[in-house]
């Protein structure tokens, strides 16, 4: 697992010095379980309609948990409604138009974003290097100005078929509001995460890697064998009743 931390804004130590207030602080985890791969990808501008499908859940105080599945609702912009919580993104581009995330009931402390299900896949490297066919892409930011860490955790690292994972792409993200104190009711929180969509709707092979033989098992074998041949002459040499 990799951890990365920095603030949103590249003077918050000028401001802080300044007396001006700064914007909460970002922590990045990747983490390469649950990997898979597809055989392509369809482009690298993501509208808020074209992440149909995707799995959201809010988990609140003492454990209560809401699921809202992603769905379009105009022609460049789409929504998840969870009751408790909703998720939200107008635009024709995550790479400049924020997510939203808006709070009704309860205190939010975490956020999980699965986006598999909707053909949907994070690309947080802003570099030229990278999956091909995902071109630039751009890690978690926000403007928040609540003092306190945001933690983000990116997961399902996703490759295209038969090469190695870049490092750019992840399937699901989790953003953690504990840091902040949670989001309480009414509250609401802006983020950009850039993302893609697969080539093909549903193209994804989960990477089944091959369980590894103990250390002794080839030993093992060897000597099973030898004893084996030991027992085949020790019959044939005994005599015959």
């Not at 369809?42 to 808020?48: A, E, I, K, N």
Request: proline fraction near 4%; charge should be negative.
């Amino acid at each position: 697992m990799k951890t990365f931390t920095f603030l949103t804004l590249p003077v918050a130590a000028c401001l802080s010095m300044a007396g001006l207030s700064q914007a909460a602080t970002i922590s990045i985890e990747t983490d390469e379980i649950g990997a898979a791969s597809t055989s392509g990808i369809s482009g690298y501008t993501t509208s808020g309609a074209d992440m149909d499908g995707m799995q959201i859940t809010g988990i609140f105080e003492k454990g209560a948990t809401s699921t809202a599945t992603f769905l379009a609702n105009g022609a460049k912009s789409g929504v998840a409604d969870g009751g408790w919580f909703s998720l939200s993104l107008d635009g024709t581009s995550s790479f400049s138009s924020p997510f939203v995330v808006a709070v009704t009931q309860g205190r939010l402390q975490s956020l999980q974003i699965d986006g598999v299900p909707g053909d949907t896949i994070f690309d947080i490297i802003g570099a030229s290097v990278g999956t091909s066919g995902s071109a630039y892409g751009r890690g978690f930011t926000t403007n928040d100005k609540t003092p306190g860490e945001v933690s983000v955790l990116f997961s399902r690292p996703i490759s295209l078929t038969d090469t190695a994972h870049a490092g750019d792409l992840y399937g699901a993200m989790t953003v953690d509001f504990s840091g902040l104190g949670g989001l309480a009711a009414g509250r609401s929180f802006s983020f950009i995460q850039d993302t893609d969509n697969t080539a093909i709707s549903g193209d994804f092979t989960p990477a089944v890697a091959p369980v590894p033989l103990p250390a002794g098992f080839f030993l093992c074998l060897t000597a099973l064998s030898a004893v084996g041949m030991l027992r085949h002459k020790a019959n044939r040499a005994s005599p015959q009743a």
